[in-house]
């Protein structure tokens, strides 16, 4: 098996950190994992921009069609361009709405394994108000978007699972938080 090393490796076999391009590219069998294994090594970093839109007491939900699980619409950040950019782009291509205003909700962070990969993944959560007389429905074929009771929500299975904690927490509190992967969100020590 041949590693391919990137064009950037100085010539003279050294790493800008100063480590030989052995010790700055590890073997391919050292960065290998067990499919399903949690202590694993992450293999990709994405950030997500998702969007919590809002009415009355219901909220918008997705889900992927022919899975039982949903999540806020929205979707990766793509390289060069801004979490408000891509959380317009993907909510314009996934559900056709714009957001006028954004708040922050918070951070939700997860790992997971797909397709064989190990992923852990950071969404950024922001909130709007679902504009007035707004057609609900998906505009992509993969996706179903639908409107949700907040007193509901305890029902539906989330990707990320502390997803749910982050949106009841701050439709009730109104305050943002960030969710490691454990879902707590850290203490705050007082001033």
Avoid at 57 to 82: I, K, Q, T
Wanted: net charge negative.
């Amino acid at each position: 098996m041949t590693l391919d090393i990137p064009p950037d490796i100085p010539p003279d076999d050294q790493s800008p950190a100063g480590l030989s391009v052995d010790q700055a590219v590890p073997p391919a069998r050292e960065r290998m994992f067990e499919k399903n294994d949690p202590t694993s090594v992450v293999t990709s970093v994405v950030l997500s921009a998702r969007l919590l839109f809002t009415t009355g007491e219901r909220v918008l939900l997705a889900n992927r069609r022919g899975y039982s699980w949903f999540f806020l619409p929205g979707g990766n950040v793509e390289p060069g361009e801004s979490v408000e950019d891509a959380l317009r782009r993907k909510i314009k291509e996934e559900a056709g709405l714009i957001a006028h205003t954004l708040d922050f909700v918070g951070c939700v962070e997860h790992s997971y394994v797909e397709d064989g990969l190990r992923w852990h993944e950071v969404n950024m959560v922001f909130a709007s108000t679902l504009p007035l007389f707004a057609e609900i429905g998906s505009r992509e074929k993969a996706i179903d978007v639908s409107s949700v009771a907040v007193a509901d929500l305890d029902a539906f299975e989330f990707r990320p699972a502390h997803l749910r904690t982050a949106i009841q927490n701050w439709l009730s509190t109104g305050r943002p938080a960030w969710y490691g992967p454990g879902g707590t969100a850290p203490a705050v020590e007082p001033a």
